[in-house]
């Protein structure tokens, strides 16, 4: 089953990498919850949901989040009974920008002498309890789930090397990427600018790939979540 963390710049092709379910009878339903109205790239392929008691066929469905309560929401009706095969997170970068401002805006009101631009340290240690708690819901759903994140450069405190991590604020960057199987850098090559999959911490991307005998083979070109999956179950 995918558990999957896919990160990269933006313009890389992260959304047009979750438009490759479709077609595909192991990952339909699938449903997006998007965070950016970025989904233009994959509009053709994908139905905004009305409603999560809505019938749905084999397709992609999106559903956009406007505030943090949305994710319990959904996260609530999917332990219900989800028809949904494949359920993606599009972006947990943006998930933590609205969530770091949904804690300030708490602080704000519960303490009018907070400053309402910055948050203090136990709004960014709330902040990351809760982001873990997002994570790891969505992640043990009985479902295959995929999620997206920018990519930031950051110098590792001890070797004091930069690398590309996931968009998160704090140690979140590292700790985020531990509770997937699959940590991915989506990476544009070459003058044509040919999408690669790299699934092995090597130069300074941030990976992994848990699978047995690293099945993804550390560099996968042109990436689709069909051909993830074919690799990743053996086929």
């Known amino acids: ?19 490759t379910a479709g077609g595909d009878p192991r990952l339909t339903p699938a449903l997006i919850l998007d965070f950016e109205g970025g989904l233009d790239a994959i509009r053709s392929k994908v139905t905004p949901l009305e409603s999560l008691s809505t ?18 929401t959904v996260h609530q009706a999917l332990l219900k009974k989800s028809p949904f095969r494949l359920v993606c997170i599009d ?25 309402p631009d910055v948050l203090e340290q136990m709004d960014y240690q709330r902040s990351a309890v809760w982001m873990r708690r997002l994570v790891r819901a969505y992640r043990d759903l009985d479902c ?17 090397q930069f690398e590309y991590r996931p968009a998160l604020t704090g140690k979140l960057s590292v700790e985020v990427p531990a509770m997937f199987s699959t940590v991915g850098y989506l990476g544009l090559v070459g003058d044509e600018g040919e999408r690669h999959f790299f699934t092995q911490p090597f130069g300074r991307f941030l990976a992994k790939d848990r699978s047995e005998g690293g099945r993804l083979g550390g560099d996968l070109p042109n990436p689709t979540l069909p051909k993830i999956l074919d690799l990743l179950e053996g086929e």
């Open 55 to 72: 019938a749905v066929e084999p397709r992609i469905y999106s559903w956009r989040v406007r505030a943090w309560t949305d994710f319990d």
């Open 144 to 160: 295959h789930i995929v999620m997206t994140a920018l990519a930031q450069d950051v110098q590792d405190p001890i070797s004091r």
């Open 91 to 115: 972006s947990l970068s943006e998930a933590n920008y609205l969530l770091n401002q949904t804690i300030l805006s708490k602080a704000v009101g519960n303490n009018p002498r907070h400053d």
């Open 1 to 19: 089953m995918l558990k999957v963390l896919i990160y990269s710049p933006v313009g890389h092709g992260k959304t047009t990498l979750l438009g």
